[in-house]
């Protein structure tokens, strides 16, 4: 995780953008939940560079490696996003 990355989502429910920063001494959390989501396609935009580090990787527990990601009545999704520091 970078800090204070923001991430907004598009799908068949709300899913606004929210903050993640995994950052200790940070208020912003380092994981986002979203109950009761409408089943369907959802796209979930990452920043590809932030302070310095880089998205590496998106794995998420259905099997899915690339986004969009695609949710199924009573499924629960978790995906992470690997990033690198490059300096």
Same mark, same amino acid.
């Given at each position: 995780?970078?800090?204070?990355?923001?991430?907004?989502?598009?799908?068949?429910?709300?899913?606004?953008?929210?903050?993640? =920063? =995994?950052?200790?001494?940070?208020?912003?959390? =380092?994981?986002?939940?979203?109950?009761?989501?409408?089943?369907?396609?959802?796209?979930?935009? %990452?920043?590809?560079?932030? %302070?310095?580090?880089?998205?590496?990787?998106?794995? @998420?527990?259905?099997?899915?490696?690339?986004?969009?990601?695609?949710?199924?009545?009573?499924?629960?999704?978790? @995906?992470?996003? =690997?990033?690198?520091?490059?300096?």
């Amino acid at each position: 995780m970078v800090p204070g990355a923001t991430f907004s989502a598009a799908g068949p429910s709300a899913v606004g953008p929210f903050t993640l =920063d =995994d950052s200790p001494s940070s208020p912003a959390p =380092d994981s986002q939940a979203t109950p009761n989501l409408v089943p369907g396609t959802y796209t979930i935009a %990452a920043p590809v560079a932030v %302070a310095g580090h880089f998205l590496k990787s998106v794995t @998420c527990t259905n099997g899915a490696t690339s986004l969009p990601v695609k949710v199924k009545a009573g499924q629960s999704v978790t @995906c992470t996003y =690997d990033y690198e520091w490059v300096g």
